[in-house]
Each structure stands twice: as structure tokens, then as C-alpha cells.
């Protein structure tokens, strides 16, 4: 007897491969829903590639868009909302656009674990001369509970520069040539500041945010100028004159 053997059609055949990567594809959407990391690796054996999302399993979020050179801030945000805790984890910073920016990291603080359903900040210090928008990278790893999961992510910041929050009003009598006040960050005090009047250049310090150098107090002579060399910053005056 003549057994005839059928090969199924080359479309009948992709179909069926298809079908069976759909049903593949949905089974680990079941198993996994969605999630924030880049890949993630579970004791089944199972290595997946998914999408942002805002439930993730490894939550990100970025919670700072700009920051003072020399300040501490909260920039992203990680949660853990796997079932188990992530007793290992490390977060990896680096500036992405290092080469066409005059910026650099100061320090970092991160968790180094994230308890189940626990959410943590990562902070950075950032120093620039100028003010300039940094491209922060963040490689995060976590593992524990049989799972391990990575995820890369940037996030454009701010940098402000002493110069770009360090302010010098002129107040007082005589369209402000008495009085001298100069604002900014706490961090950035005592203020050295080199004081131009009509009897010559005299120097003072400024200890506090919204101190004054003043005319008859701190320096002697009507102020045409207040400087602060130390952060390149110069102010010129009103003209007594004008107006």
C-alpha cells in the first residue's frame, strides 16, 4: 500500500507559526502585564524585552527638570512593585553629552536595596560655570526573590550656574547708589564682594541671603559697582544721573 505524505502549504505553515508566537507573546503578557525595565530575567527561565509603563514593575520617574551647581537634588525616582524585595540594587549615573557640555557630576546618593512596594530618589549634584542642559543616564540593576531586572533610561536637567542665582539689587536713595542687596542660594555664602565707588575699590563680605553692603556702613563712597569674583559676576550701578 502507497502512503502519500501532504506538506502543508508554505501559507498554511507561516499561519500556524504565527499563531503559535501570538499565543507565546499574550501567555507572557499574562505572566508579566507590562513593565518599565528594559529586561528582566525570572527563575522560570524566561527573558523578556517590554515597554514604559506607568504601573511598571520597576516604576521610573523623573521628578527634577533643573538644579543649582553644587546642590543635592532628587532627580528620578524608582518603586518596586514586584512581590518581592529587590535586596540589590544599583543605579549607575552619567552625563550622556558629556562631550558637548562644560558640566560634571559632583556626587550621587542611590539605594542600594528597595523593599517590596517601596519607592527611592536618586540624587545628584551637578557643578557647571554656566547655565547648560545635561543628559543624565541612569543604568539601574536590581535583583531578589528570584528575579533580576535592568533598566536604561536619560533625563534631560538644568544645570544652573552661581551666576544664574546669585542676584545684586541696588536700593536705597539716589537711584540705589546707597545700598547694595545680594540674594541667592544659602549655599553659596559667605560672599566675598569688591565694592567700586567714587572714593575707590573697597572689599566686604556678605554673610547671609538679602545681605547689604552699604554706603556709611560696609564701604565708604557712592556705589557704581558690585562684584563677586569668585563666580565671574558683575553689576554695574544705575546712573545717579539718569531719569
Known amino acids: 500500500m502507497n502512503v502519500i505524505t501532504r506538506t502543508p502549504p508554505a501559507r498554511t505553515s507561516a499561519l500556524r507559526t504565527l499563531s503559535v508566537l501570538l499565543a507565546f507573546t499574550a501567555a507572557v503578557g499574562l505572566v508579566f502585564g507590562t513593565a518599565g525595565f528594559s529586561a528582566m530575567e525570572a527563575d522560570r527561565g524566561l527573558a523578556v524585552n517590554v515597554t514604559d509603563d506607568e504601573n511598571a514593575y520597576l516604576g521610573y520617574e523623573p521628578i527634577a527638570n533643573a538644579t543649582g551647581s553644587g546642590e543635592p537634588t532628587a532627580v528620578?525616582?524608582?518603586?518596586?512593585?514586584?512581590?518581592?524585595?529587590?535586596?540589590?540594587?544599583?543605579?549607575?549615573?552619567?552625563?550622556a553629552n558629556a562631550e558637548h557640555v562644560d558640566a560634571s557630576i559632583e556626587s550621587t546618593t542611590a539605594p542600594d536595596?528597595?523593599?517590596?512596594?517601596n519607592a527611592s530618589p536618586v540624587t545628584v549634584t551637578l557643578s557647571c560655570?554656566?547655565?547648560?542642559?545635561?543628559?543624565?543616564?541612569?543604568e539601574a540593576d536590581g535583583s531578589g526573590g528570584g528575579t533580576s531586572v535592568s533598566l536604561e533610561r536619560t533625563h534631560t536637567v538644568t544645570c544652573l550656574s552661581p551666576a544664574d542665582q546669585i542676584t545684586v539689587d541696588f536700593v536705597?536713595?539716589?537711584?540705589?547708589?546707597?545700598?547694595?542687596?545680594?540674594?541667592?542660594p544659602e549655599?553659596?555664602?559667605?560672599?566675598?564682594?569688591?565694592?567700586?565707588?567714587?572714593?575707590?575699590?573697597?572689599?566686604?563680605?556678605?554673610?547671609?541671603p538679602g545681605g547689604k553692603v552699604r554706603?556709611?556702613?560696609?564701604?565708604?563712597?557712592?556705589?557704581?559697582?558690585?562684584?563677586i569674583p569668585e563666580y565671574g559676576i558683575e553689576?554695574?550701578?544705575p546712573d545717579p544721573s539718569a531719569g
Not at 536595596?113 to 512596594?117: H, N, P, T, W
Open 113 to 117: 536595596e528597595l523593599g517590596e512596594g
Open 129 to 138: 560655570s554656566a547655565e547648560a542642559d545635561v543628559e543624565l543616564s541612569f
Open 187 to 208: 549655599r553659596y555664602y559667605p560672599l566675598d564682594v569688591e565694592v567700586v565707588t567714587n572714593q575707590g575699590i573697597q572689599n566686604t563680605t556678605v554673610h547671609a
Open 215 to 227: 554706603n556709611g556702613g560696609h564701604v565708604s563712597g557712592r556705589i557704581q559697582m558690585v562684584r
Open 172 to 184: 536705597g536713595k539716589g537711584n540705589g547708589n546707597g545700598n547694595a542687596r545680594i540674594n541667592g
Open 76 to 95: 528620578v525616582e524608582y518603586r518596586n512593585r514586584f512581590g518581592d524585595s529587590l535586596d540589590r540594587f544599583d543605579v549607575d549615573v552619567s552625563i
Open 235 to 237: 553689576k554695574r550701578a
